[in-house]
């Protein structure tokens, strides 16, 4: 894989941080934007602005073509049997939101809801809202201190009383790669639903819903390439549509009478409102540019540069690293003895180099490790190994400055 | 000395730096230096929580003027403590109640005092801002 050819197509990559070339390792938040999405907005809103599926003019016209170009481009990578089974949403987090607003919908008092020890907030908080509204009971997967999760566990909290299981493909703070496949398998074994949360999935992974026969997966556009606030949430035809609507409002409706009203069909029945148009779009570019890679190429890239930065960071004394999963994704979780990651961060950013820290929005995980946050780093496929080695060396610079 | 005189003491202190990890080499020296708030004082009701750091604060008056003690887990944090502290201590409640702290603007350490920051910070220049307005009283 010729790297600089993908840098070049990056053009932040080429800026400055505080005078210092940018060291951008903070992927797992949102990834950096490739030309040909940056040009895709922007001639959008030059040439083709109008809004879509309610006018017969021409822009109208060939702006809801694209838009549902751009949903078939997603349908087809992520390998959905139809193309209204993918759903335009805000991002992972409104994706989930909807499943726990509308399919909860269909929940009852005592039925029960599985998530895991390692949630991002987003696959935690809106259960607990669905639990509270509907009185069911959620139930968790344990995690182990290397970072996998306790699949034996798992395997005996199912029950005909469980309704659903979401879970994370990849975990954002450890990089843990969950086995999606058996966890999915064994939760239709009882009759339940999966989703899967794919945030941290499609960029590193190829991921085809099919095959893994998940009921939801949900993802966000932003950490794939693409543009902010456009997401996708999958799913299948069949529960989508005994689902009732999440928002009401245009697009979403067939016949509108005062008394009450008829709902559309998919996807538009759970997209009410004008959309984001450009994103949807952009969302659609971000995809075509994940077409022209090989995708194993990339998953072979990215964990070079997980092994490479692991083995210089464990040179470092006093480092403890936090998910040593089996399998894992380019994400490396650290602390450094009598370092706090807030200090450590400042300091890296003040020599160009942009990295997490704190809880990530896991605050489960932490807990479990007892610490209050990590210093996160996580790796795109336009990341090198010379920049590894600026940061190890700013590293070496830092950790004596800090220390008593 | 006057606040104002304060403030302007520490911007010229911080002139002569030219480079960023020259500047926090001096932050985190001052952090180190920062005089400890007795451990009795560091108690929950005390504790600031950010999301990235912590702070401890205790606030007192004395003969008519404000003391302040404070603490972080993190020494940048404490560093920029002390910067504050040194500005507020031993001045009159009123003085430190309308006190802008203008100077972190001036030695470019403005990001810490950023609400999204979450270090805690914001909410002790409030902290100390209330107690000064409640010995104002
Ligand atoms: C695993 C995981 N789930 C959900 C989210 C939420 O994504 P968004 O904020 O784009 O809705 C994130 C993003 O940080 C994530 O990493």
Redesign the pocket.
Same mark, same amino acid.
Not at chain 1, 91 to 94: A, L, P
């Given at each position: 894989m010729d790297i600089q050819a993908i840098r070049s197509q990056f053009p932040i990559l080429e800026e400055k941080v505080h005078g210092k070339p940018l060291v951008y390792f903070d992927n /797992?938040?949102t990834t950096q934007k490739p030309l040909s999405v940056i040009h895709r907005l922007s001639d959008y809103y030059t040439k083709e602005n109008a809004n879509i599926h309610r006018g017969v003019h021409t822009l109208s016209q060939e702006a809801t073509t694209a838009y549902e170009n751009a949903r078939n481009t997603i349908q087809k990578y992520i390998g959905a049997k139809e193309n209204h089974e993918v759903l335009f949403t805000k /991002?992972?987090?409104?994706s989930i939101n909807l499943v726990a607003y509308s399919f909860g919908e269909l929940l009852q008092a005592g039925d029960e809801i599985i998530i895991s020890a390692m949630e &991002?907030h987003? %696959?935690i908080v809106p259960w607990q809202l669905l639990c509270e509204r509907k009185g069911c009971k959620l139930r968790f997967i344990p995690m182990d201190d290397k970072g996998d999760l306790m699949l034996d566990t798992y395997v005996e909290l199912l029950s005909e009383k469980t309704k659903l299981v979401a879970v994370?493909h990849?975990? %954002?703070s450890l990089g843990t790669v969950n086995d999606v496949k058996f966890i999915i398998d064994k939760a239709h074994g009882v009759g339940a639903k999966v989703l899967i949360?794919g945030?941290?999935s499609i960029q590193h992974i190829k991921v085809n819903v099919q095959e893994l026969d998940c009921d939801f997966y949900a993802f966000?556009g &932003?950490?794939l390439f693409g543009p902010t606030g456009i /997401?996708v949430l999958y799913g299948k035809e069949e529960i989508l549509n005994q689902m009732p609507p999440y928002q009401g409002g245009g697009d979403m409706i067939k016949e509108v009478k005062l008394e009450q009203s008829t709902y559309n069909t998919l996807p538009h029945k759970f997209e009410a409102g004008t959309p984001n148009i450009a994103g949807g779009i952009g969302l659609g570019t971000a995809f075509e540019f994940l077409n022209s890679l090989d995708m194993d190429k990339v998953h072979k890239h990215e964990q070079e540069l997980l092994e490479y930065a692991t083995t210089a960071l464990k040179k470092i004394e006093g480092i403890q690293f936090y998910g040593q999963a089996k399998e894992k994704t380019s994400v490396i979780s650290f602390l450094i003895e009598g370092l706090h990651p807030y200090d450590v961060g400042t300091l890296l950013d003040k020599m160009g180099i942009a990295v997490r820290t704190g809880h990530h929005?896991t605050q489960p995980i932490m807990d479990q490790f007892c610490i209050p946050g990590t210093i996160r780093v996580s790796f795109a496929l336009y990341n090198t190994k010379e920049e590894i080695d600026l940061f190890i060396s700013a590293l070496e610079r830092i950790i004596p400055m800090l220390k008593n | 000395m006057s606040i104002q005189e304060k403030e302007q003491e520490i911007i010229d202190e911080f002139a002569i730096y030219e480079d960023w990890m020259d500047k926090y080499e001096y932050i985190i020296e001052l952090g180190k230096d920062l005089p400890l708030i007795e451990e009795k004082y560091k108690t929950e009701d005390r504790l600031i929580k950010g999301c990235q750091s912590q702070v401890w604060l205790h606030a007192e008056t004395k003969d008519g003027k404000m003391k302040f003690t404070a603490d972080s887990d993190a020494i940048i944090t404490k560093g920029i403590i002390a910067l504050l502290i040194r500005v507020v201590d031993n001045e009159s409640p009123s003085d430190v109640a309308t006190s802008q702290f203008s100077f972190i603007k001036e030695i470019g350490l403005q990001e810490h005092l950023s609400p999204t920051r979450s270090n805690g910070l914001v909410s002790m220049v409030k902290e100390m801002k209330l107690n000064a307005l409640k010995a104002v009283k």
């Open positions: /797992g938040a /991002g992972t987090t409104d &991002h987003s %696959n994370t990849i975990s %954002n949360d945030a941290q966000s &932003h950490k /997401g929005c | -």
